[in-house]
């Protein structure tokens, strides 16, 4: 959030967007049995409160962002009139350059610039991008979660803080376990979210496969990936697919039986989506090494290129990763591949010495590229045994 924005209004922010598990635990409800009090009118009041203070810091999504509203009021159409009756269906755009979108229970959804530039004019990534708030507000995620931190508050008797729930409340009696609670819970909010914008995205015209290709896209652009933590309101996106792949089936079918001419719907023909996992690194000899990367590609015409990417050792912790190309990067190794089979497998043979890397240097990404250059995806390189 910009600067401008205080700590309070950016916390609740965070609490309208958790942006993925299941919460089936001793004592926890999920996320259908928790139901919204039909007086419950708290988080209406509290948008009300920030709505100017949030105005203030975006704008309407308007000139070159033109293309998310038409596709937000198409996914909006997609809701039963009953339902998205109350809200203030409207998109605003954060002067920030973070790749981040949330929203308000009001009905307002906020993307900062960075992310709206990224989306660009293609109506599918907007989609993928708006369908996951809109499916928040009507679901009144924050709501839900706030009424889940009251359970947990009188399940343990202790106060839990409204916030990040990667920093427990020391007035919490149990902190680690409300922590891991709370966090497992607004995951399975976040894939709530995102299935029932994959369903709005088929019915309104925009291919499911619009949403893995925008997770690839944030993640070739994201930190690296670190350890799993139980207090993570987010799942590496590797789990996200995983999580989600069979609602992408169901979504999919639905937009095939809506849109018989693919190239016909508001978004167009889906795009190309790379599912690459984290290399395997085999010894085969004293002086080489197999590197085995298992890869998935969907909508390919055509070919991939596959990047081995060497990065300055530490360079690899100082920011986001350097895609092929960029400057300063040390090297790399490439080849392409038609990616055709249901699960297709690219090997790298690589002498001992090359597969270290000079003294300074390391292995750190693979990256797959269409044929004009753009990241597809992205994984980690695992260390190279000494």
């Known amino acids: 959030m910009e600067a401008g924005v205080t700590k309070h209004a950016h916390c609740f922010l965070a609490l309208c ?38 105005m203030a810091q975006s704008h309407p999504a308007s000139e070159h962002y033109s293309t998310g509203n038409l596709v937000l009021n198409r996914l909006v159409e997609q809701v039963p009139a009953p339902s998205r009756s109350g809200f203030q269906w409207q998109l605003r755009i954060v ?13 307002t959804a906020y993307v900062d610039r960075g992310l709206a530039r990224l989306a660009g004019p293609s109506a599918g990534l907007w989609a993928a991008i708006l369908s ?29 803080a409204l916030g990040d729930p990667g920093m427990p409340a020391p007035s919490w009696v149990d902190s680690e376990k409300a922590s891991q609670d709370l966090a497992r819970f607004c995951r399975e909010m976040e894939l709530e979210a995102d299935r029932g914008g994959l369903t709005l995205m088929a019915r309104a015209g925009y291919h499911p496969d619009f949403v893995p290709a925008l997770h690839h896209l944030l993640h070739a652009r994201g930190s690296r990936t670190s350890t799993a933590s139980l207090y993570a309101m987010h799942p590496c996106w590797e789990e996200r697919d995983e999580e989600l792949s069979r609602a992408y089936v169901a979504a999919s079918i639905e937009f095939e039986n809506r849109w018989r001419e693919w190239y016909a719907s508001p978004g167009g023909n889906p795009p190309v989506v790379v599912f690459a996992e984290q290399p395997k690194l085999k010894k085969t000899s004293s002086k080489e090494w197999l590197v085995e990367i298992p890869m998935r590609c969907e ?3 055509g070919a991939v290129a596959v990047v081995l990417h060497a990065d300055s050792v530490g360079e690899q912790f100082a920011g986001p990763p350097r895609p092929p190309g960029s400057r300063g990067t040390d090297g790399e190794v490439r080849q392409l591949t038609g990616c055709t089979s249901p699960r297709t497998t690219v090997t790298f043979i690589l002498p001992d010495g090359e597969a270290r890397r000079k003294p300074g240097t390391i292995w750190t990404d693979v990256y797959v590229l269409d044929a004009w250059g753009a990241v597809l995806a992205r994984t980690d390189m695992p260390k190279f045994p000494r």
Do not use: M, T
């Not at 002067?95 to 009905?107: I, R, T, V």
């Open 17 to 54: 967007l958790c942006l993925l598990w299941s919460v089936r635990s001793a004592g926890q409800q999920s996320l259908d049995v928790l139901e919204i009090p039909s007086q419950f009118k708290l988080d209406f009041e509290a948008a009300a409160r920030l709505r100017p203070q949030l």
């Open 299 to 301: 909508n390919l015409s």
């Open 95 to 107: 002067d920030d350059d973070d790749l981040n979108a949330y929203a308000s229970p009001d009905g």
């Open 132 to 160: 996951h708030e809109v499916a928040h507000i009507l679901r009144r995620d924050w709501a839900r979660r706030y009424l889940y931190q009251k359970a947990l508050e009188n399940r343990g008797g202790g106060v839990v």
